[in-house]
């Protein structure tokens, strides 16, 4: 059994969540803050049983897309000393599949 966490952008969550729930994944929803751009994300807790792992890391991988944006520094970014516009990737997902010792329903 493994647990995975995957951060995405809100934009792409409910697409996430609902691709989720429909391939029969239990899937738990947090919103988080955090990161390189210190923006709001939504972290999802998804429990898969190792042979389903893969399958569950597709369907978050084609519902979270990665997409570019111009960001201007300035909110922590390059310590506020640039203030012209760069161009950053920003969505997709980050993933991370950890083992889980005990899985218990009460």
């Known amino acids: 059994m493994k647990l995975i966490f995957a951060i995405v952008q809100p934009k792409d969550a409910k697409r996430v969540r609902n691709a989720c729930i429909?391939?029969?994944f239990g899937v738990t929803q947090m919103s988080s803050v955090g990161g390189f751009?210190?923006?709001?994300?939504?972290?999802?807790?998804?429990?898969?049983?190792?042979?389903r792992v893969d399958?569950?890391?597709?369907?978050?991988k084609e519902h979270?897309?990665?997409r570019r944006?111009?960001?201007?520094?300035g909110n922590g970014i390059d310590n506020g000393?640039?203030?012209y516009p760069i161009d950053v990737?920003?969505?997709?997902?980050?993933?991370f599949v950890v083992p889980v010792e005990r899985y218990m329903e009460f």
Not at 45 to 50: E, G, Q, R, T
């Open 64 to 66: 979270a897309q990665a």
């Open 69 to 73: 944006q111009y960001l201007t520094p």
């Open 89 to 95: 990737q920003v969505g997709g997902a980050i993933c």
């Open 81 to 83: 000393v640039s203030s």
């Open 55 to 60: 399958e569950a890391l597709k369907v978050i």
């Open 37 to 51: 751009l210190r923006e709001g994300n939504t972290t999802f807790m998804i429990v898969s049983k190792d042979e």
């Open 22 to 24: 429909d391939a029969h």
